[in-house]
C-alpha cells in the first residue's frame, strides 16, 4: 500500500462568522478532560473516522437526526411534518432515507415520545460563554476549567481560539482533545491561547492508520512536536482497541516516539475500549463496524501501562 504523507489543505475552510459555532454537547462536572472540574464543549465535524468512535454524531459539520426506535409509539406525527417524505413507519420505530432527509429538524419537537433527536446546535459565543459561567465556581475551587473537544477542534480552528480566548480572559484554564490532524497554521491558531492539550496518537504505522482511520499521521506527528516548540504542555492520550492499537509493536513505537521525539516528561493516558457509543449508531442507521470486540481484562491492561513506565514515561489508566 502507497502511503501519502501530505497535510490537509493548507488553505483553511472558511469558517464564516467564527463568533457562531456548531456544538453537539456541553457536559458538566467533567473530571476527565484535564486538571479539577471541568466543563467539556464539544464542537461537530472531524476528517477522521475511526471505527471505535464513541461520538458517531460528531463526524459529520451538519446537524443530523436521529432515532430511539424503542421510543416510538408510532404517533406518525413525524410522518405529517417530513416534507421530502423521507420517514416511514418501520415494524418497530421509524425508518428514515438518509438519501432523502435534509435533517432539517422538524420531526424532533413533534414526537411526544422523545424518539426523536437533533444532533448539533449552533451557538453563538456569548450563548455558549453564558453556559460556562454558570459552573465558574466549579472552575475556582477545583483549579479546573474549559476543554474544548469534538470532533476535532482544529476543523475550524478560528472558532475555538475564540472559545479558548474569552475562556482565558474570564480566568478560566483551557485545554483542548484533539486528534492533531490539521495544518500547522490551524495548530498555532489555537496554540496562542492554550494550556493543555490532551493529544491522540492512534496507530504509529503509516499505512496501517490511513487505512483504519481515513487519513495520514504524518501531520498528527509533526504537529505534536508543534505544541511542545511553542511550549504548551501536552498529555498523550492512547484510545486502546483491541487489535489495531493495543499490538505490542504499536504500543512501543508509541512510547519511543514520546521518549525519543517528545519528551520523557510528557505523561500518557490509556483509554480502554468501551462499547458505550454503539446505540448512537443505531440512532443515525450506520453500521458499527467493532461489534465483536470485547473491553480489554485487567491484565491486560496493567501489562500495556507497566511497558510505558519501563520506558520512563508516566502513565496512568483513564476509565
Not at 476528517?47 to 459529520?60: D, F, V
Request: net charge negative; proline share 6%; charged share 25%.
Amino acid at each position: 500500500m502507497t502511503v501519502v504523507d501530505v497535510a490537509p489543505e493548507e488553505e483553511q475552510i472558511d469558517e464564516g462568522d467564527i463568533r457562531t459555532g456548531r456544538i453537539f454537547n456541553i457536559q458538566r462536572f467533567s473530571v476527565q478532560d484535564g486538571p479539577g472540574i471541568r466543563t467539556a464543549v464539544f464542537v461537530k465535524g472531524c476528517p477522521l473516522r475511526c471505527p471505535w468512535c464513541c461520538n458517531p454524531e460528531s463526524q459529520n459539520s451538519f446537524l443530523e437526526v436521529g432515532h430511539i426506535d424503542s421510543l416510538c409509539n408510532h404517533c406518525g406525527r413525524c410522518l405529517e411534518v417530513c416534507e421530502p417524505k423521507a420517514i416511514s413507519l418501520a415494524e418497530k420505530g421509524i425508518h428514515i432515507d438518509r438519501d432523502r432527509c435534509t435533517n432539517c429538524g422538524l420531526c424532533v419537537p413533534v414526537c411526544a415520545a422523545n424518539a426523536m433527536r437533533l444532533f448539533g446546535q449552533d451557538l453563538s459565543l456569548d450563548e455558549l460563554l453564558d453556559e460556562l459561567r454558570k459552573d465558574s465556581l466549579y472552575y475556582r475551587n477545583s483549579g479546573g476549567g474549559i476543554t474544548v473537544s469534538g470532533g476535532e477542534v482544529l476543523l475550524r480552528p478560528k472558532h475555538t481560539a475564540a472559545i479558548l480566548k474569552a475562556a482565558q480572559e474570564m480566568g478560566y484554564h483551557t485545554a483542548i482533545e484533539t486528534s492533531g490532524y490539521s495544518t500547522q497554521t490551524a495548530l498555532d491558531t489555537v496554540l496562542e491561547y492554550l494550556d493543555l492539550a490532551l493529544y491522540d496518537l492512534k496507530i504509529m504505522d503509516p499505512a496501517k492508520h490511513l487505512e483504519v482511520t481515513g487519513v495520514p499521521n504524518g501531520p498528527i506527528l509533526r504537529n505534536a512536536k508543534r505544541v511542545l516548540e511553542r511550549g504548551v504542555p501536552m498529555v498523550i492520550r492512547v484510545p486502546l482497541i483491541p487489535g489495531l492499537t493495543t499490538t505490542e509493536e504499536n504500543i512501543r513505537e508509541i512510547a519511543r516516539f514520546v521518549k525519543e521525539e517528545l519528551d520523557p516528561g510528557v505523561p500518557v493516558n490509556i483509554l480502554p475500549y468501551h462499547r458505550f457509543g454503539m446505540a448512537k449508531y443505531d440512532m443515525l442507521d450506520r453500521q458499527y463496524k467493532l461489534h465483536d470486540l470485547n473491553p480489554i481484562p485487567e491484565e491486560e491492561l496493567q501489562d500495556i501501562l507497566h511497558r510505558f513506565e519501563e520506558n520512563g514515561l508516566a502513565c496512568e489508566i483513564i476509565r
